[in-house]
Every structure is written in C-alpha cells, then in structure tokens.
C-alpha cells in the first residue's frame, strides 16, 4: 500500500461548480497537510497547508483534514478556467524525515 | 527575488553520458531539495538538504546519482552514466527553516531526455 493515495483524475467540470479534491494515507504520523498546484510545464506551487485536523480557508480555496479517516481535501469555491492544474497533496510527518506527495489530480475547468 | 533557478531548462543526451543538472536555491533558505517527476511514478523526492549537508538520501534510484551542495547558494545533481530510463523532469526546490518541508518553493525544473 502506498503511503498516500490520490485518485489521478482526471476530473473536468463546468465553470463555477465546486470542486472536492482528496488524498488518503496510510501512517498516522503524517501532522503537516499541503496542496499544490501544478501548471501544465511549470513547477508545483504552494497553495495551502495545515497543521494536524481542522479546516483552513484562503478565499476559494478550503483545506480540510480528517485524521481519525486519514483523509484530507482540498474545495475549490466557484472553480474558474485558470484553476484547471493538477493538484497535488503532500504530508510530513512529525519527525520531519517521512515526506510523501500525492501522484496528482489533474482538473480542467471548462468556460 | 528570482525564485529557484534551475539550468539548463531542458537537456538531451545519448544513453552513457554525464549529466549535470544545477540549482540556487531561494537566497535565505537553507534546505535544499531534489525531486524527480514521471508520468510513471509521479514526483519522487530523491534527496534533501538542510544548512548544505544530505539529510536523507534514500530516494536517490542507484549509485549512478549523486547530489552535492558545496555552498548554501548552488547544488547540482549528476547522472554518471545516464540511460533512458532517467528521462524524466528533475525539479529543485527550497524552504526555510521556519517552513521547513512544509512550505517549499519549487524551481521550474529540467526536462531531461536520455536516448
């Protein structure tokens, strides 16, 4: 089993709509949860993280972590052609050498 | 700031050749990080720095990689000797010590093609 998995997509939906983005992992040690995003022929970029469980919103973006599921999410409020990207989630774990990233969720947001 | 520079952004080589891939980090960061990313396997984190010295190496594929970081401003990455199967994009990216591997700024990475 992988230490985190992530439905590869890909996921297209209409302009507007909600987007639900998810990872699962496997090691409860996992306490940093982060997104990013990647452009098609660009480095992955930084979009949100969050420490242990809870929500954590950045305008339409909300980060949310289950840890008692293992599950984390990342909601995508009123999606828009420019967030079509692949979205990767990514985790630490507490002693800081336990790094795994998602292998990805491509979305493409259709006007 | 300029961000994390890679060079060269896109390099072709035959199959037994040396490849050097090089990276500045972010300037005030001090960890350094090296990833691999394939359509196959996706981005694989191969080795990491913190204050210039390897912290874990285990995701390095074999003894043909090797990564140095002789100063806090330059690391490179060799292939010796490359073969096919490491065609893929090689990113770099850096973060502070306060962000530690949370917060990482990733390079735009180098498109690799071993024939």
């Known amino acids: 089993q992988k230490e985190v998995e992530q439905d590869p997509g890909p996921l297209s939906v209409p302009e507007g709509a909600i987007v639900s983005l998810n990872c699962t992992y496997s090691n409860s040690a996992f306490q940093y949860f982060m997104w990013y995003r990647q452009y098609s022929r660009k480095g992955p970029e930084l979009l949100m993280y969050t420490y242990s469980s809870g929500n954590k919103e950045d305008g339409r973006f909300t980060a949310q972590v289950d840890k008692s599921s293992k599950y984390i999410s990342l909601f995508i409020r009123d999606s828009q052609p420019s967030d079509s990207a692949t979205y990767l989630c990514a985790m630490v774990g507490n002693t800081g050498n336990q790094f795994y990233f998602g292998t990805g969720t491509s979305l493409t947001v259709i006007p | 700031d300029a961000g994390v520079i890679q060079s060269p952004r896109h390099e072709v080589t035959e199959m037994g050749q040396e490849v050097t891939l090089r990276c500045k980090p972010i300037?005030?960061?001090?960890?350094l990080f090296w990833y691999r990313q394939t359509m196959m396997r996706g981005l694989e984190l191969l080795i990491y720095?913190?204050?210039?010295?390897?912290?874990?190496d285990s995701g390095m594929p074999e003894d043909r990689f090797s990564a140095k970081m002789p100063n806090a401003s330059f690391s490179t990455l060799k292939i010796q000797p490359s073969e096919p199967r490491d065609s893929a994009v090689y990113f770099c990216?850096?973060?502070?010590?306060?962000?530690?591997?949370?917060?990482?700024?990733f390079g735009p990475g180098t498109r690799l093609l071993v024939l």
């Open positions: 300037s005030g960061h001090d960890y």
């Open positions: 720095f913190n204050n210039n010295v390897p912290i874990d």
């Open positions: 990216a850096s973060s502070s010590g306060t962000g530690g591997l949370e917060t990482q700024y």
